[in-house]
């Protein structure tokens, strides 16, 4: 009974930032490493940002470095990415994921669209 639930996205201009949340349930939420990854219309799902179980090590993708912060609280059971100076670009439907016992699950996404 592994959930994700992601929130937080929605339209922005150019510049702006947001803060995406997943909630996560029906696992030790603390001892699994978690992931943000990104989908555009006809493009690939990407990975975006990584996060390990603790919390000490993170990943991000070349394009979003210095601009995007994975971050986790353990003791809410919740992944968090704080987005900021958003582009164009940026734009796609956003999930949360994580590999639990050799399956990975998704959350049912939240779209960001960055549009003047």
């Known amino acids: 009974q592994v959930q994700l639930v992601e929130s937080g996205g929605g339209l922005v201009q150019p510049g702006g930032a947001l803060r995406l949340s997943c909630a996560a349930s029906g696992f030790t939420f603390s001892t699994y490493a978690m992931s943000w990854y990104r989908q555009a219309p006809g493009k690939e799902r990407d990975l975006v940002a990584f996060?390990?179980?603790?919390?000490?090590?993170?990943s991000y993708l070349d394009a979003v470095k210095g601009r995007f912060s994975i971050s986790r609280d353990n003791a809410k059971n919740t992944v968090y990415l704080q987005m900021s100076s958003l582009k164009p670009e940026d734009t796609a439907v956003y999930y949360c994921?994580?590999?639990?016992?050799?399956?990975?699950?998704w959350g049912q996404g939240t779209q960001v669209t960055v549009s003047s």
């Open positions: 996060i390990s179980a603790g919390g000490g090590s993170t």
């Open positions: 994921k994580v590999l639990y016992r050799l399956i990975t699950y």
